[in-house]
């Protein structure tokens, strides 16, 4: 059986990871590659969710210092940089077959792996829901649910990774008070309406 080749991982000003680092994200390569055959095929693409995986740490580490469960911490961040990039590159490939249209009619057409009467039931509420929202906070929603992260989205807008995050937290406020169920009143309420009717 063919040993897979080194790799040689650099951050983004491209130079190499502290060594402890680069370890660990060499060691999960292997494991990578089983649980992400994509990217089994496909060196660059394995390298450059390593290496976002790797920046990943790197800020974790400047945030708040050494990393007890580094293996484990190392391990997460390279799932979710394998999953952010096959989505994306799912999401670009299904982009260029369709043309450009605003939010609620991408999500409408998103292709569903099981069509059943709740999932129907669920896109309309969606389109509901994202229809009340702002458009910014429309736009930040669809992108987040095709798996684009704070940072991306506020690269392609312009803004701050802060900034998205808030608008963000906002909508999802504005979506649980829509979801929430209307207050009914209580006995006592009925009773004092009908004193003064």
């Not at 704070?150 to 608008?167: K, N, R, Y």
């Amino acid at each position: 059986m063919d040993r897979p080749r080194e790799l040689t991982l650099l951050d983004r000003s491209g130079q190499p990871f502290h060594v402890t680092v680069a370890t660990v994200l060499e060691e999960l390569a292997s494991r990578v590659r089983r649980r992400f055959p994509t990217l089994a095929a496909d060196d660059a693409l394995l390298i450059s969710v390593l290496e976002e995986a790797g920046e990943r740490i790197q800020r974790q580490q400047r945030a708040k210092g050494s990393i007890e469960q580094l293996h484990w911490y190392a391990w997460r961040a390279v799932q979710r940089a394998a999953v952010s990039h096959l989505r994306r590159k799912r999401v670009q490939m299904w982009q260029a077959t369709v043309q450009r249209r605003n939010g609620p009619e991408v999500l409408a057409d998103w292709p569903s792996v099981l069509v059943t009467p709740q999932r129907i039931e669920q896109q309309i509420l969606l389109r509901q829901v994202l229809a009340r929202l702002t458009p910014r906070e429309r736009a930040v929603c669809v992108r987040k649910f095709l798996g684009y992260t704070s940072e991306e989205i506020a690269q392609a807008a312009g803004s701050t990774p802060h900034a998205i995050d808030l608008v963000f937290a906002r909508a999802k406020r504005r979506i649980r008070a829509l979801m929430s169920p209307p207050a009914t009143p209580s006995a006592g309420d009925e009773s004092n309406r009908r004193k003064r009717g």
